[in-house]
């Protein structure tokens, strides 16, 4: 499966941003997704995760109740749903996906083996 990314920019704190995540192939809905992030001289952090299903979800503590990862299974694409941006989210973006257990979800990013390009998100203070 191949992962394009797309929908960050620059945006203020408190304001809000939707990222996509596209995929190309006929067996999207065989695999969990994952959003991650790293920021400049930071190590990749694990964001949100999707099953199989989109009924089983998983979010980073930092970022527990103000994002919302969705999937559409019909159009092979994922979203997050960003709201309440603060500036220490200010990252690289990337989705993820791996072959999915059932609706299993991860953070673990050595688990995901087909990754985007990565799209920049900028939240000025």
């Known amino acids: 499966v191949q992962l394009q990314a797309s929908g960050g920019g620059l945006v203020q704190a408190g304001g809000s941003l939707r990222l996509s995540c596209a995929a190309s192939?006929?067996?999207?809905?065989?695999?969990?997704l994952g959003w991650f992030r790293q920021a400049p001289g930071k190590e990749r952090e694990f964001v949100a995760a999707?099953?199989?299903?989109?009924?089983?979800?998983d979010y980073s503590d930092s970022v527990k109740g103000r994002f919302t990862i969705s999937r559409d299974n019909t159009q092979n694409t994922a979203h997050l749903q960003m709201n309440s941006l603060k500036p220490e989210d200010t990252a690289v973006y990337y989705c993820?996906?791996?072959?999915?257990?059932?609706?299993?979800?991860?953070?673990?990013?050595?688990?995901?083996?087909?990754w985007g390009q990565g799209t920049l998100v900028t939240v000025s203070s």
């Open positions: 993820a996906a791996r072959i999915g257990f059932m609706d299993s979800v991860t953070r673990e990013y050595a688990y995901y083996h087909y």
């Open positions: 192939g006929r067996t999207f809905s065989s695999y969990a």
């Open positions: 999707v099953g199989r299903s989109g009924r089983s979800t």
